[in-house]
């Protein structure tokens, strides 16, 4: 047993952890671009990245240096340092040389970027910013709001976490990721803190297994970008740790920031599960999951409130998952539409089902009645406002 | 050595085909909506069909009766008789008994069928309207709008092809796409006629050969319908065969029809052919050429006119397939903007790629510097019209 208490301080919650965000001069308007996150005690990180074949120039250099242990964080908006070949890397290695000079403390300093593709970082401008950073600082809020693109709502979340026995870790998060707009600088970003004493061993697969429920099973278009990060700290400070209870903490912190990034953008205005059961296995739910999240005719009629099974059910079938219309039962929340080869669709459920497609987060079920693959993935609609941003985007 | 003259005549011009297209009712407003074709001689038939896992009702039967000859292909627009189960396939059967029995000349009737999924086929209109079929109408024009859905035109083709000894055949068609418009009747259909004296067991594989590099290689939005289907009907009445110009002409047709789908509808402005290169083999080629045609990031691009090579590199890198910063190349139409890892985007080239996008119809070749395998899909890009009309359609 053990309880999750919401609390303040994003991943600055716990113990020993520090965070500022500042302006360095990428965004115009003096609008904050360059974040750190710091532990005055050496952490181990663990990070799971994008699959996209040219992963950015801080992936590159992350895995080269094969870090392991760190306690300086730095991360940068408006530029994803990402095709810059061996000049990108290069230019993170003056940039954290610079940062270890000026702080003496630094141990093995990493960067996370995100922002245009293609473009080489503006060192000097990030060398000269970071020289003004307070290290003792406890600023989440402006560190969340630094890595903001076009964002619409900084993403922080934090918990304390008490044990049966009474005994407490922390851990905490802030992410970015612009949803449905300019997806140029999709760019999803997560950095989660913790004091919790998680065994070294132990952090790879734990945030890998949460990934692939939280982080990976979000879609906003179906794209994967260069720079995609998800990095886990721990300090140990608390000395506490119970796995049960992190996993559980991680996973839930992990799912809140997946669902603030799908939630957001101006483009999406609606929030949908796609849950899958039924599948011949989990990757076949995975796929047709997906696949719903992906589809423009999903997405479209998403927007559109029309409760257009037909759409659903030729997706699936498309996905080349193992499927049956005999066996296919479709429900828009707990209005079944489709059951097992028969069409339930009448004015009276049509009228029912577009009723949950009006809500602003609702589910879409689907049971395959194949096998036992369970999967949910959650996607949004596309409206006008992406079709605006992303072709006025650049130019 | 052969040579290919345009001629009019549609699915008509191949010698003893005839083809109509009627109002059943099916379309508001007396619109065409029955089309048939009927060949005086029996007919040796081949399709290819979706390889979507719900097909609908027509492929279905078609399979069921193991069709190999026919001199009748009927066809409706409006309903794709798909999820229907039993039910779909027996409308079928007591429709074309009905055709079998009011034309004592019919044999081994087929049905085609494009539009809303998940209704049943309105059979008694079908079977009225159908009674008023002139079989020795050849008013392929007809037909070929009786076919569409929106569509905004319909689209037909046919050739005169000559060999070198001066024999000659035919070979028409006509097909059906709504490309960006309506995707839930974005179903594609195409019937090919020919009075070639093509081998019955040569049909399959040739038009399955075209097919890979047509309709196959032609992306709108991702989906795969429940329905399409690309039917091909022999005669042989003239008697002459050549198998290279048969392949060629068959090719040409298709490709023709294909780029006609891509380009219409009111939500595509341009039609873009994504050629890669270099890419490991064919199979990876195809992947990342499709993975171009369906990218919301690129699509959007498109519609922006907006050069945006970053967002071409990561959807290549985010396919999967074997590619390589240091050996990618990519190029709008004849303007190089990175080449072997070294960004050649600046202002001036920048204003070229734009200028190469402003263009109706334009290429974007990628090399990716790997082997030899290569690949051309076509694709459009995705506008205000495409949300309205999607998100609008059936509510």
Request: glycine content about 8%.
């Amino acid at each position: 047993m053990f309880t999750l208490m919401p609390i303040d301080g994003g991943v600055c919650a716990p113990e020993g952890f520090y965070a500022d965000g500042i302006s360095a001069g990428l965004k115009p308007d003096n609008l904050k671009d360059l974040a750190f996150i710091h532990s005055d005690e050496l952490c181990d990180i663990r990070a799971v990245f994008t699959t996209n074949r040219f992963q950015a120039a801080p992936i590159l250099h992350f895995k080269k240096e094969s870090i392991q242990q760190t306690n300086f964080v730095l991360i940068n908006a408006k530029n994803a340092n990402a095709m810059t070949g061996t000049a990108g890397i290069e230019d993170i290695e003056r940039i954290l040389d610079h940062a270890r000079v000026h702080f003496k403390t630094i141990v093995n300093p990493v960067m996370s970027s995100t922002g245009v593709i293609g473009v080489r970082l503006p060192k000097e401008k990030i060398m000269r910013a970071l020289e003004t950073f307070d290290l003792s600082s406890q600023n989440a809020d402006a560190a969340a709001q630094a890595i903001m693109t076009t964002d619409s709502c900084d993403k922080q979340i934090a918990f304390e976490v008490q044990l049966e026995s009474g005994e407490r870790f922390n851990i905490g998060a802030m992410a970015k990721g612009a949803g449905m707009i300019n997806p140029a600088m999709a760019t999803m970003l997560c950095f989660i803190t913790t004091d919790a004493a998680i065994p070294s061993d132990e952090m790879q697969a734990m945030i890998q297994n949460a990934a692939a429920s939280t982080f990976n099973a979000i879609s906003v278009d179906g794209d994967t970008s260069t720079n995609d990060t998800v990095m886990l700290l721990s300090n140990r400070k608390s000395g506490i740790y119970n796995r049960e209870a992190f996993a559980f903490a991680l996973e839930k912190v992990m799912h809140e920031l997946a669902l603030n990034i799908v939630a957001d953008g101006e483009g999406a205005t609606k929030c949908v599960a796609f849950q899958i059961t039924g599948a011949a296995n989990r990757e076949e739910a995975t796929i047709a999951a997906k696949a719903l999240t992906n589809s423009l005719l999903v997405k479209t009629a998403l927007y559109g409130e029309d409760p257009n099974w037909g759409r659903i059910a030729s997706t699936i079938g498309a996905s080349g998952v193992m499927c049956d219309p005999d066996r296919l039962t479709i429900s828009f929340g707990d209005v079944t539409v489709y059951q097992n080869g028969t069409i339930l669709f009448d004015e009276e459920r049509e009228a029912m089902a577009a009723n949950v497609m009006r809500k602003k987060a609702f589910a879409i079920h689907c049971d395959l009645g194949i096998g036992n693959g369970e999967f949910t993935a959650y996607g949004c609609d596309l409206g006008h406002e992406y079709v605006k941003i992303n072709a006025d985007y650049r130019t």
